[in-house]
């Protein structure tokens, strides 16, 4: 029956909708209604008011909407969207100050004589707003306003003019900053937890295993790796405006004819050019840039854009006045100052004390101070003009409002469809469709470019990617990643600007365009602007590492990065290994042999013996690789038959726990009614519903338990090699530090030894606790030195041996720790000088082959290839 208020949940968003209301009261308004009344219907009929909700009810529906409240608002864990009111502020401030205007003149001159230069040149001007602004409709009228009477002038195709324009302008949905990657990143958060749970589910399911190795987990997104992700298909998209404008004019000149410079290019022209692509070049580098250096984060990088863009609109508010770049001047000069002196001193004012840099922190708090006056002299000029920081603030408060609304409205949709089972039934939808996971895929793409003909990129974005989102990043065939599916997603959506009948770039340029341009033309220029698009589409769909290797790049490359034996990165980094082993063979052999062939007859025995085991451990390595060779092939040939069979029983036994849960519910109601009407229709049901299980069980391969067992036992053999592989390298490089630790602390062990002379020499003078504090403050000294718990024994049992006044005994444990002092000086000698200088040309030798795990990260030159291989989609789905 929840079906019934499922579809009318449906049927009451779509009419709200339709019937002109505002989207952040017809999502909340249709979720309250539906609840509401299935809970009244319920109570009435049945005097329960939970009977029609798949899961829980009214009270749990109103519980959970109380915490997406509380999430979005106080939850500081959850910070991306505090992103969304700086890039706003950023854009409308940009827009305002008139910054297209000049980009477009500029531009023009520049790429009007190529053939389609005008048209070119959109595109471009396009992408760099995309970049700083990000404001479709700002775009979408600057550059109607601007361009479209110029390119008409000149000939232009109408359709083509205006397709360029619209096109041109929903880049900013794409090319980060965008403020949809920004909702998208946190929906995917949330569905990247879902999806998380539903795999972990998956795979106790099907290998009984309470805990999944983290290499199987969904890889989740956030703001910043959606920035990374999206920047190249953003490009792509842009080369691909390129190219058909370009053929366009070359195939058909009459539609792009190139445009002559009247001015020519003069130094003054290139000079103009160069002072209208600075400024927004330079807030994209500060913006994106800092995110990607890892100076910033999404949060901050949008603070210092909504900065940056003030300080602009203060000179291009003021540039036809005396002193117009005197605020700019103050904050480049403020900024040069800090970065000079961070680069020069330590600022820090906790460590001021050591330090004593005064004067330099002196000089950062003048440098600050004036960048403050920079900031606020800029906005008494964006307040003072045209009163613009007055209406940028109104307009961003109104669109942060109706991003947040709309938010908490969807989120009480998404809760109200999970609560009538909507997600249960689309993910038996998409799981019943032949063809896998792209077949689901490709129709959830399809659906996607279909809403958005009817409904805005937020609307999708907040409604249908939660529901979604969790189903396609939870199948294992496939394993993509949040990063590529909220991309993909971000570049479908994007053609609901241009797609009639609601498309809102369409709305935006007919409202600027003279009566000469016919509705007709801009609804044809933008097709094939949208089947370009959609070409884009495929392109990233096809090619991911176009969406994943900047964010794994970048993650791999920075301060936090994993080190190379970590469980995600071990695939990439073995399969690295074992090219390596090959290739480097011999040189990795002949440092093997050299640490083997080691004298070390004057080193203590446990120390020589963990030397001697290290190079044991080194030497088996190529044996277990060739024994993991063999284990994979093993396996290779088992895989044949377990894949054939894996997919079709894996299907047949989620059939039947879909029923076999249905049959616990029976079970549930046979038990709770009296009714015997009722209890004689519940047994009918039961026995269907054994039959239809007993039907599923008879369709499963006979030989299917034995090809599992088969290919799970030859699974387990391959990682039990894997694991001694691993441990034998992980042996052989930490046997070898920590030996090169041991002898490298001879230095401690003689500044040492004066101290435990004095020590003994007045350990007696004293009596009770200064003894023994005595006795610990010189053992303090050995804390951090290698191979020094032999000496701190035995000071802590004449410590004990003095509190109880065994002063004999403890002066013959102080006398050991004096001997034991000396001999460890001296072996260390002759270690230092005969055993150190092998040990640490092995280490060097092999730091990048058998020593790889043990670095703390990943050698630079491997980051490219790490990143490349983590980039590309890997079928885990037979771990399920």
Same mark, same amino acid.
């Given at each position: 029956?929840?079906?019934?208020?499922?579809?009318?949940?449906?049927?009451?968003?779509?009419?709200?909708?339709?019937?002109?209301?505002?989207?952040?009261?017809?999502?909340? /308004?249709?979720?309250?209604?539906?609840?509401?009344?299935?809970?009244?219907?319920?109570?009435?009929?049945?005097?329960?008011?939970?009977?029609?909700?798949?899961?829980?009810?009214?009270?749990?529906?109103?519980?959970?909407?109380?915490?997406?409240?509380?999430?979005?608002?106080?939850?500081?864990?959850?910070?991306?969207?505090?992103?969304?009111?700086?890039?706003?502020?950023?854009?409308?401030?940009?827009?305002?100050?008139?910054?297209?205007?000049?980009?477009?003149?500029?531009?023009?001159?520049?790429?009007?004589?190529?053939?389609?230069?005008?048209?070119?040149?959109?595109?471009?001007?396009?992408?760099?707003?995309?970049?700083?602004?990000?404001?479709?409709?700002?775009?979408?009228?600057?550059?109607?306003?601007?361009?479209?009477?110029?390119?008409?002038?000149?000939?232009?195709?109408?359709?083509?003019?205006?397709?360029?324009?619209?096109?041109?302008?929903?880049?900013?949905?794409?090319?980060?900053?965008?403020?949809?990657?920004?909702?998208?990143?946190?929906?995917?958060?949330?569905?990247?937890?879902?999806?998380?749970?539903?795999?972990?589910?998956?795979?106790?399911?099907?290998?009984?295993?309470?805990?999944?190795?983290?290499?199987?987990?969904?890889?989740?997104?956030?703001?910043?790796?959606?920035?990374?992700?999206?920047?190249?298909?953003?490009?792509?998209?842009?080369?691909?405006?390129?190219?058909?404008?370009?053929?366009? @004019?070359?195939?058909?000149? $009459?539609? @792009?004819?190139?445009?002559?410079?009247?001015?020519?290019?003069?130094?003054?022209?290139?000079?103009?050019?160069?002072?209208?692509?600075?400024?927004?070049?330079?807030?994209?580098?500060?913006?994106?840039?800092?995110?990607?250096?890892?100076?910033?984060?999404?949060?901050?990088?949008?603070?210092?854009?909504?900065?940056?863009?003030?300080?602009?609109?203060?000179?291009?508010?003021?540039?036809?006045?005396?002193?117009?770049?005197?605020?700019?001047?103050? @904050?480049?000069?403020?900024?040069?100052?800090?970065?000079?002196?961070?680069?020069?001193?330590?600022?820090?004012?906790?460590?001021?004390?050591?330090?004593?840099?005064?004067?330099?922190?002196?000089?950062?708090?003048?440098?600050?101070?004036?960048?403050?006056?920079?900031?606020?002299? $800029?906005?008494?000029?964006?307040?003072?003009?045209?009163?613009?920081?007055?209406?940028?603030?109104?307009?961003?408060?109104?669109?942060?409002?109706?991003?947040?609304?709309?938010? =908490?409205?969807?989120?009480?949709?998404?809760?109200?469809?999970?609560?009538?089972?909507?997600?249960?039934?689309? +993910?038996?939808?998409?799981?019943?469709?032949?063809? /896998?996971?792209?077949?689901?895929?490709?129709?959830?793409?399809?659906?996607?470019?279909?809403?958005?003909?009817?409904?805005?990129?937020?609307?999708?974005?907040?409604?249908?990617?939660?529901?979604?989102?969790?189903?396609?990043?939870?199948?294992?065939?496939?394993?993509?990643?949040?990063?590529?599916?909220?991309?993909?997603?971000?570049?479908?959506?994007?053609?609901?600007?241009?797609?009639?009948?609601?498309?809102?770039?369409?709305?935006?340029?007919?409202?600027?365009?003279?009566?000469?341009?016919?509705?007709?033309?801009?609804?044809?220029?933008?097709?094939?602007?949208?089947?370009?698009?959609?070409?884009?589409?495929?392109?990233?769909?096809?090619?991911?590492?176009?969406?994943?290797?900047?964010?794994?790049?970048?993650?791999?490359?920075?301060?936090?990065?994993?080190?190379?034996?970590?469980?995600?990165?071990?695939?990439?980094?073995?399969?690295?290994?074992?090219?390596?082993?090959?290739?480097? +063979?011999?040189?990795?052999?002949?440092?093997? @042999?050299?640490?083997?062939?080691?004298?070390?007859?004057?080193?203590?025995?446990?120390?020589?013996?963990?030397?001697?085991?290290?190079?044991?451990?080194?030497?088996?390595?190529?044996? %277990?690789?060739?024994?993991?060779?063999?284990?994979?092939?093993?396996?290779?040939?088992?895989?044949?038959?377990?894949?054939?069979?894996?997919?079709?029983?894996?299907?047949?036994?989620?059939?039947?726990?879909?029923?076999?849960?249905?049959?616990?519910?029976?079970?549930?109601?046979?038990?709770?009614?009296?009714?015997?009407?009722?209890?004689?229709?519940?047994?009918?049901?039961?026995?269907?519903?054994?039959?239809?299980?007993?039907?599923?069980?008879?369709?499963?391969?006979?030989?299917?338990?034995?090809?599992?067992?088969?290919?799970?036992?030859?699974?387990?053999?391959?990682?039990?090699?894997?694991?001694?592989?691993? %441990?034998?390298?992980?042996?052989?490089?930490?046997?070898?530090?920590?030996?090169? $630790?041991?002898?490298?602390?001879?230095?401690?062990?003689?500044?040492?030894?004066?101290?435990?002379?004095?020590?003994?020499?007045?350990?007696?003078? =004293?009596?009770? +606790?200064?003894?023994?504090?005595?006795?610990?403050?010189?053992?303090?000294?050995?804390?951090?030195?290698?191979?020094?718990?032999?000496?701190? $024994?035995?000071?802590?049992?004449?410590?004990?041996?003095?509190?109880?006044?065994?002063?004999?005994?403890?002066?013959?444990?102080?006398?050991?720790?004096?001997?034991?002092?000396?001999?460890?000086?001296?072996?260390?000698?002759?270690?230092?000088?005969?055993?150190?200088?092998?040990?640490?040309?092995?280490?060097?030798?092999?730091?990048?082959?058998?020593?790889?795990?043990?670095?703390?990260?990943?050698?630079?030159?491997?980051?490219?290839?790490?990143? %490349?291989?983590?980039?590309?989609?890997?079928?885990?789905?037979?771990?399920?």
């Amino acid at each position: 029956m929840e079906l019934y208020f499922l579809l009318l949940l449906f049927i009451l968003m779509m009419l709200a909708l339709g019937m002109g209301f505002p989207v952040a009261f017809a999502l909340p /308004g249709s979720a309250i209604l539906s609840i509401g009344l299935a809970g009244l219907f319920g109570w009435v009929f049945f005097g329960d008011v939970k009977i029609f909700f798949a899961q829980d009810g009214p009270t749990e529906w109103l519980s959970a909407g109380v915490m997406n409240f509380r999430a979005i608002f106080y939850d500081f864990e959850r910070d991306t969207l505090i992103a969304i009111p700086l890039f706003i502020f950023m854009g409308i401030m940009l827009q305002r100050s008139r910054i297209a205007e000049d980009l477009l003149m500029t531009m023009a001159g520049l790429f009007g004589p190529v053939p389609g230069g005008l048209g070119i040149s959109v595109v471009f001007v396009g992408a760099l707003l995309a970049a700083t602004t990000g404001i479709v409709g700002a775009t979408v009228v600057a550059m109607g306003l601007i361009s479209l009477p110029s390119m008409m002038r000149n000939k232009y195709s109408p359709s083509l003019a205006t397709g360029t324009i619209c096109a041109s302008g929903t880049l900013g949905q794409i090319i980060p900053p965008s403020i949809v990657l920004i909702i998208l990143a946190d929906q995917l958060g949330s569905a990247s937890d879902q999806a998380s749970a539903m795999r972990q589910s998956a795979y106790k399911a099907a290998t009984g295993e309470f805990t999944m190795p983290s290499a199987f987990d969904v890889t989740s997104t956030s703001a910043g790796d959606m920035f990374l992700g999206a920047f190249l298909p953003g490009m792509v998209l842009v080369c691909v405006y390129f190219a058909y404008i370009l053929i366009t @004019a070359l195939i058909r000149p $009459s539609m @792009a004819p190139p445009v002559p410079n009247p001015s020519g290019y003069t130094k003054e022209f290139l000079a103009k050019v160069m002072f209208s692509l600075v400024p927004p070049l330079v807030l994209i580098f500060l913006v994106l840039g800092s995110i990607i250096m890892g100076i910033a984060t999404v949060n901050q990088a949008g603070a210092i854009g909504a900065i940056g863009a003030t300080i602009m609109a203060g000179y291009k508010l003021y540039e036809d006045k005396k002193g117009a770049l005197n605020p700019t001047i103050l @904050a480049i000069g403020s900024i040069a100052v800090i970065f000079t002196l961070l680069s020069m001193f330590d600022l820090n004012i906790k460590n001021l004390a050591v330090t004593q840099n005064h004067i330099p922190v002196l000089l950062a708090i003048i440098a600050s101070a004036a960048m403050i006056a920079a900031i606020a002299w $800029s906005c008494y000029r964006t307040y003072k003009v045209d009163n613009t920081l007055n209406e940028v603030m109104i307009e961003t408060a109104k669109t942060t409002s109706m991003v947040f609304i709309i938010l =908490l409205g969807a989120a009480m949709l998404t809760a109200a469809f999970r609560g009538f089972g909507g997600e249960h039934y689309v +993910k038996d939808f998409l799981q019943s469709l032949p063809g /896998g996971f792209w077949t689901q895929f490709i129709v959830v793409m399809a659906v996607i470019f279909i809403l958005g003909f009817f409904l805005d990129f937020i609307e999708i974005a907040v409604v249908v990617v939660p529901i979604i989102a969790p189903i396609l990043l939870a199948d294992p065939s496939a394993n993509i990643t949040a990063v590529w599916l909220g991309v993909m997603i971000g570049v479908n959506i994007q053609t609901s600007f241009l797609t009639p009948p609601f498309g809102f770039a369409l709305f935006y340029l007919r409202g600027v365009a003279s009566s000469a341009v016919k509705t007709i033309s801009i609804y044809r220029g933008v097709v094939p602007f949208i089947i370009l698009q959609l070409i884009a589409l495929g392109i990233v769909g096809a090619f991911p590492p176009l969406v994943n290797y900047l964010p794994n790049r970048f993650y791999l490359s920075s301060f936090n990065a994993p080190p190379p034996m970590n469980p995600r990165l071990q695939s990439c980094v073995e399969s690295y290994l074992a090219e390596t082993f090959v290739e480097d +063979k011999v040189a990795i052999t002949a440092s093997i @042999a050299k640490l083997d062939a080691l004298e070390l007859n004057n080193l203590p025995e446990k120390l020589a013996g963990s030397i001697t085991d290290s190079a044991k451990a080194a030497a088996s390595v190529y044996p %277990r690789l060739e024994a993991i060779d063999a284990a994979q092939a093993v396996l290779d040939e088992a895989t044949i038959s377990y894949a054939s069979l894996h997919t079709d029983v894996r299907v047949l036994q989620r059939e039947i726990g879909k029923l076999e849960a249905q049959q616990k519910r029976n079970k549930s109601n046979k038990q709770t009614t009296d009714d015997e009407g009722e209890i004689a229709d519940i047994t009918m049901k039961m026995e269907q519903v054994d039959a239809e299980i007993a039907a599923l069980e008879a369709q499963i391969p006979e030989n299917w338990e034995t090809v599992a067992a088969e290919y799970q036992k030859h699974l387990k053999a391959l990682a039990k090699e894997q694991r001694g592989y691993r %441990r034998a390298m992980d042996d052989s490089y930490n046997g070898i530090e920590e030996a090169m $630790s041991i002898i490298s602390s001879g230095d401690g062990f003689v500044a040492f030894q004066p101290v435990l002379a004095e020590l003994m020499a007045t350990v007696k003078t =004293l009596d009770g +606790k200064p003894q023994e504090q005595a006795i610990k403050d010189a053992s303090k000294m050995l804390g951090n030195v290698a191979g020094s718990s032999g000496v701190k $024994s035995l000071l802590s049992k004449a410590r004990r041996a003095y509190k109880k006044d065994n002063d004999d005994k403890a002066d013959k444990l102080m006398a050991e720790a004096r001997d034991l002092v000396a001999a460890e000086i001296s072996w260390r000698e002759s270690a230092t000088r005969d055993v150190l200088p092998v040990l640490a040309t092995y280490q060097q030798e092999t730091a990048e082959n058998v020593g790889l795990r043990g670095q703390d990260r990943l050698p630079e030159f491997l980051v490219p290839r790490i990143s %490349r291989c983590r980039s590309v989609h890997k079928d885990i789905s037979l771990n399920f």
